[in-house]
C-alpha cells in the first residue's frame, strides 16, 4: 500500500514568516499534486510536480519534487492570513496524504 | 462551466436507510472518484472509475456501491446506512489522474 505522510500535523505562525511543509513515501509517484482546502469547501489544486528534481512557483508558494520522486516540499515566502488551510498532497492518482493544517496569525 | 456538481450539500438519515449522492461533471473527464473525509483522517478513497462502465474499489469501500452509465455521472449509494458513515463526502473528476483532480463542494452526511 502507497502511503504519503504529511508532516507537520499542524502549523500556527506569524504573518510575514516563512515556512515548510513535507509530503513524504517510501513510493515513488509518476506524479505528485498539492492542494489547499478551505473549511466547507473541496480541495482545489495549486500544483502538479511530474519530474523529479522539478521546482514550481505559485507568487509566494514553491513546489519541489524529490529527485527520486518519492517526496516533495512545499515552501511559504511571507506568510499571509489568507493562506491559512488545509495543504493536501495526493500522488499517483487517486492517494492523499492527511494534510498539514496551517494557520496564519495575524 | 459548473465543473463537479455534487447534491444534495446536507443530508440526514437514520440508521438503515439508503440513499444516492449524485455526483456530475461536464468536463467530459474519463477519471471520477468518490471519498470521504473525516477528522484528522485526511481524505480516503471509497470507489473510482477510469471511464463508463469502469469501476474499481478504494481504501472503504464497504457499504457503499458506485457505477458508471455516462461519462458525466457518478452515483454512490449507501446501501443501509450506519452512523459510523457519517462524514463529508467528495466526488472529484479528471482528465487523466495524472494532472491532478477538480472536487465538488462536498456533502455533508449525518447518520443518526
Known amino acids: 500500500t502507497q502511503l504519503l505522510e504529511q508532516s507537520p500535523q499542524f502549523l500556527s505562525i506569524q504573518e510575514g514568516e516563512n515556512l515548510t511543509v513535507y509530503c513524504n513515501s517510501s513510493?515513488?509517484?509518476?506524479?505528485l499534486q498539492w492542494y489547499r482546502q478551505e473549511p466547507g469547501e473541496g480541495p482545489v489544486l495549486l500544483v502538479t510536480v511530474v519530474t523529479g528534481g522539478e521546482v514550481k512557483k505559485l507568487k509566494r508558494l514553491t513546489f519541489q519534487f524529490g529527485d527520486a520522486r518519492k517526496d516533495s516540499s512545499l515552501h511559504i515566502t511571507a506568510a499571509q492570513p489568507g493562506d491559512t488551510g488545509l495543504y493536501l498532497c495526493?500522488?499517483?492518482?487517486?492517494?492523499f496524504g492527511k494534510g498539514t493544517r496551517l494557520h496564519i496569525l495575524p | 462551466n459548473a465543473g463537479v456538481t455534487q447534491t444534495p450539500k446536507f443530508q440526514v438519515l437514520k440508521t438503515g436507510q439508503s440513499m444516492t449522492l449524485q455526483c456530475a461533471q461536464d468536463m467530459n473527464h474519463e477519471y471520477m472518484s468518490w471519498y470521504r473525509q473525516d477528522p484528522g483522517m485526511g481524505l480516503r478513497l471509497i470507489h473510482y472509475s477510469v471511464g463508463a462502465g469502469i469501476t474499481d474499489q478504494g481504501e472503504v469501500p464497504n457499504g457503499y456501491n458506485v457505477s458508471r452509465s455516462t461519462t458525466e455521472d457518478f452515483p454512490l449509494r449507501l446501501l443501509s446506512a450506519a452512523p459510523s458513515q457519517t462524514s463529508v463526502y467528495f466526488c472529484?473528476?479528471?482528465?487523466?489522474?495524472?494532472?491532478?483532480?477538480?472536487f465538488g463542494s462536498g456533502t455533508r452526511l449525518t447518520v443518526v
Open positions: 513510493s515513488v509517484f509518476s506524479s
Open positions: 495526493a500522488g499517483n492518482k487517486i492517494i
Open positions: 472529484a473528476s479528471s482528465l487523466t489522474g495524472n494532472y491532478g483532480y477538480t
